[in-house]
C-alpha cells in the first residue's frame, strides 16, 4: 500500500515534521510494511524554508548575517539550488523575532528580507521563491526594496528610512541605484492570503494588531498605506486596487509585485511544485494531510485546500486529520476530501493541547487507518 503523509503543522503543539512521523508509525503498527512517503508541508510562511530543505532535493542552506525588524543583527538562511532560490521572510522579519513589548509596526522593517534576496542574487540565483507569511513590518516592502537599491524619497527629496512610520511621507520612488541583475529574475511570491493592500481587509487593518498596533497606530498606518498605494500606482501606472495578495506580509507583496514584477502564487502550491507532487501520486492508495485547526479559512489557499485538489484530480481519497474541525469546511469535501478527523472535539486551553498532542494524533490516525 502507498500512503502519502503531508501534514501542515499543528502550530504551537506539532511541527509538519513530528505529524508525518508520528502517523507514519501508527500506519506501520497498523498496516504493516508499506511505501509510505512522508512530504513536510508550509504554505509561504514560518517552516517554509524547512519544508523545502527536507521534501526537495539538491538545496544548499546558505546562511547571513542581516537585520532584524528592529535594524539589530541577525543570522538568517535562504535556500540554493544552482540558479534557484528560496527566501522566506520570516526568516529575517518574522514577528518572532520581536519581543512583544517591542511590537510596533511603525517601528519595523523588512530591509533584512532584501538583503536576503540580494545575497541570492549575488549566489546566482534569477528563480526565487520568496514567503512572505509571519512577519512583523507594516512598511509595504519598502526595507526590503532600500536593500535592493531603491529609493523613497520625501516631497523635499529627504529618504526615508523605509519603516511604517514613513509610508505617509513617500513622494517620490527612485529605481535608479536598483541591482541591475534584478531584471533578469523571476520572482515568485508564496502568498496564502488574499487581502488588498488598503481598506477593511487590507494589509493593516487585518494583520496590524496581531503585530502590535492599537486603533491610533491603525489609522495612522492605514492612512501612510493610501498614499504608498497611490505612489506605487504613479511609480507603475497599473491601478492596484482590490488585486489579491499585495496586502501579504504588511504589503511587501505589492513591492515584489510592482518593483520586481513578482508573481503571486499559492504557497502550497510552489511547494507542492518543487517536490514533484504530481509524480508522487502515482499509485498511491491514500493521502493523508492535516492542520492546526481545518476551518472556512482552510479554503483559502492553505495546505490541505492545495492537496484536496490535486487529489481529486488524481482520484486519489484525501483523509484530513487536524487538531480541531471548526465551521464551514464542507466545501472541502466538494473540492476533494475524503474524511475529516479531529484530534480534539472541542477547542481546548492550548496548554492542555500541547500536553496530550501526540497521544491524540495516534488515537486519530489509528481511527482514520481503521475506516
Avoid at 508525518?20 to 513536510?40: C, K, Q
Wanted: proline share 3%; with cysteine.
Amino acid at each position: 500500500m502507498k500512503i502519502i503523509f503531508a501534514s501542515d503543522s499543528f502550530k504551537g503543539s506539532l511541527t509538519s515534521h513530528q505529524v508525518n512521523s508520528i502517523e507514519m508509525s501508527v500506519a506501520e503498527a497498523v498496516l504493516g510494511s508499506g511505501d509510505y512517503i512522508a512530504l513536510e508541508m508550509a504554505d509561504g510562511g514560518e517552516g517554509t524554508l524547512a519544508a523545502i530543505e527536507r521534501s526537495v532535493p539538491g538545496y544548499l542552506r546558505v546562511t547571513r548575517n542581516v537585520k532584524n525588524p528592529l535594524g539589530n543583527s541577525v543570522n538568517a538562511a535562504f535556500l540554493l539550488r544552482g540558479s534557484e532560490a528560496v527566501v522566506e521572510m520570516a526568516e529575517a522579519s518574522g514577528l518572532t523575532l520581536v519581543p512583544e513589548k517591542e511590537r510596533n509596526p511603525l517601528n519595523t522593517s523588512s530591509y533584512g528580507t532584501g538583503e536576503l534576496i540580494r545575497e541570492a542574487v549575488l549566489s546566482g540565483a534569477r528563480t526565487i521563491y520568496i514567503g512572505i507569511g509571519g512577519s512583523a513590518p507594516n512598511d509595504g516592502g519598502m526595507g526590503a526594496m532600500r536593500a535592493l537599491g531603491y529609493r523613497f524619497l520625501t516631497a523635499d527629496g529627504m529618504e526615508l528610512e523605509g519603516c511604517g512610520r514613513d509610508l505617509s511621507q513617500v513622494a517620490q520612488i527612485d529605481d535608479t541605484a536598483a541591482m541591475a541583475a534584478l531584471k533578469d529574475c523571476d520572482f515568485h511570491i508564496m502568498c496564502d492570503v488574499t487581502n488588498p493592500l488598503i481598506g477593511p481587509a487590507g494589509a493593516t487593518y487585518t494583520f496590524g494588531p496581531q503585530k502590535g498596533a492599537d486603533k491610533e497606530i491603525l489609522e495612522e498606518l492605514e492612512s501612510g498605506m493610501k498614499n504608498y498605494q497611490t505612489m506605487l500606482e504613479h511609480y507603475s501606472g497599473i491601478e492596484l486596487g482590490q488585486i489579491a495578495g499585495l496586502g501579504a506580509a504588511g504589503g511587501l507583496g505589492a513591492a515584489l509585485y510592482v518593483m520586481l514584477n513578482g508573481q503571486l502564487q499559492s504557497g502550497v502550491d510552489v511547494l507542492l511544485n518543487l517536490a514533484d507532487f504530481e509524480a508522487m501520486l502515482e499509485g498511491a492508495d491514500a493521502v493523508i494531510s492535516g492542520e492546526g485547526k481545518t476551518d472556512w479559512q482552510t479554503l483559502n489557499g492553505k495546505v490541505v485546500c492545495g492537496i484536496a485538489k490535486r487529489c481529486r484530480s488524481h482520484n486519489i481519497p484525501l483523509h484530513v486529520i487536524s487538531g480541531y474541525i471548526g465551521e464551514g469546511v464542507e466545501e472541502l469535501y466538494e473540492l476533494g476530501v475524503t474524511t475529516m478527523t479531529a484530534c480534539v472535539e472541542e477547542e481546548l486551553p492550548m496548554e492542555e493541547i500541547i500536553a496530550g498532542a501526540e497521544e491524540r494524533l495516534r488515537k486519530a490516525t489509528l481511527k482514520v487507518l481503521q475506516i
